[in-house]
């Protein structure tokens, strides 16, 4: 077990699984047994057991013992289902991207009379009591925060956006990713593009991971050169845009084109590039991806793939739906095409990257 968690959650963690397994479907063995099994005081197991019964995922009957609540299974429902997002997306539900998810799950929950509250992992208190309000939740998931997912599970139906769960039992609706990308550098190719820049980023997640794997294929589909230095590490915020954007243009042999991971970094680069006397497409052709509602206001309007957003809150919901009527979905895992949209960011390359003296 990983000693650098707080043991109490190490137990709780331990209870919860033996419940998903099955292996405890009623009684909890005695705490001093647990003790004695898992290692630990007396105390330890006491405060778990303790948190997991003021959950609700236990409960405990005077002189019989503490029992796994499957009550909780029945319990009446509210027609309140919850947005989970990370505390470490510091944006929060004012991103650009995130703020459109919400609005779109929210109304269509509207449709079926269900209301849509947001609440994240900053406030472990919050969580717990949050959840036995809740009928359902989606969430968007980072591996990081894996075990606040199956924490979720255990107290009501979940189904998880942006990324799959590594619990490939709890249902997901996703972007193809990888494709979106491999489209987008076909169609920069087609415009002759030669030399791409690609912007990634935060890759400790498929998103990333698929978005700069799309850029490599795309790469090889044309039989163009794999280059570190057209590889800018960013993390999603317009202010790595302006230091991407710095940094392609300092490069002795800049790329014609730039395709960013998200539009707050293609939005960010054209700023920049702007500030430096590049003129956009003609110095510099710029993709981003998500098509927020500024992409179509800027000058030019920024060429972008188009998140799926409102399919995303359709899929989502009917799936979510579906557990909390208990019903077995018909596709568990989801992964909806995104398009490419061209405005004005982009064109042919005009042959050079020269800023105004």
Not at 139 to 154: G, L
């Amino acid at each position: 077990m990983d000693t650098t968690i707080p043991k109490y959650l190490l137990v709780e963690d331990h209870i919860r699984q033996q419940i998903r397994q099955r292996k405890i479907t009623d009684r909890l063995p005695g705490e001093r047994s647990l003790a004695n099994e898992l290692g630990f005081s007396y105390m330890t197991v006491r405060k778990a057991v303790d948190n997991l019964v003021a959950e609700g995922v236990l409960f405990r009957i005077p002189t019989k013992g503490t029992f796994v609540n499957n009550r909780q299974q029945n319990k009446s429902k509210t027609r309140t289902i919850g947005y989970f997002l990370d505390s470490s997306i510091k944006a929060g539900l004012t991103s650009p991207y995130y703020s459109l998810i919400f609005n779109a799950l929210e109304k269509e929950a509207a449709r079926h009379d269900y209301t849509l509250v947001y609440f994240t992992d900053s406030e472990t208190a919050k969580l717990k009591t949050i959840l036995g309000k809740l009928d359902g939740v989606i969430a968007s998931c980072f591996e990081r925060i894996e075990h606040y997912v199956q924490r979720i599970k255990d107290r009501a139906p979940v189904v998880v956006i942006d990324n799959s769960a590594a619990d490939k039992s709890i249902p997901s609706v996703i972007i193809d990713n990888f494709n979106a990308l491999t489209d987008t550098m076909d169609y920069l190719c087609s415009l002759g593009h030669q030399r791409i820049g690609f912007m990634t980023g935060l890759v400790d997640s498929d998103v990333g991971k698929n978005r700069l794997g799309g850029y490599q294929t795309g790469l090889t589909r044309h039989e163009l050169p794999y280059d570190e230095t057209l590889v800018f590490r960013g993390n999603y915020s317009f202010a790595s845009g302006l230091e991407g954007a710095a940094y392609f243009a300092s490069l002795a042999q800049p790329p014609s084109a730039i395709v960013c991971a998200n539009d707050s970094m293609a939005l960010g680069a054209m700023s920049r590039l702007h500030q430096e006397g590049y003129r956009i497409p003609e110095d510099f052709s710029i993709v981003g991806f998500d098509d927020i509602e500024v992409a179509s206001q800027v000058i030019p309007p920024l060429t972008t793939v188009a998140a799926p957003v409102q399919e995303i809150a359709r899929e989502a919901f009917a799936l979510l739906r579906a557990l909390i009527e208990e019903e077995v979905p018909q596709n568990r895992h989801i992964a909806l095409p995104a398009k490419l949209i061209v405005r004005e960011s982009s064109a042919a390359p005009s042959g050079g990257n020269t800023a105004a003296a």
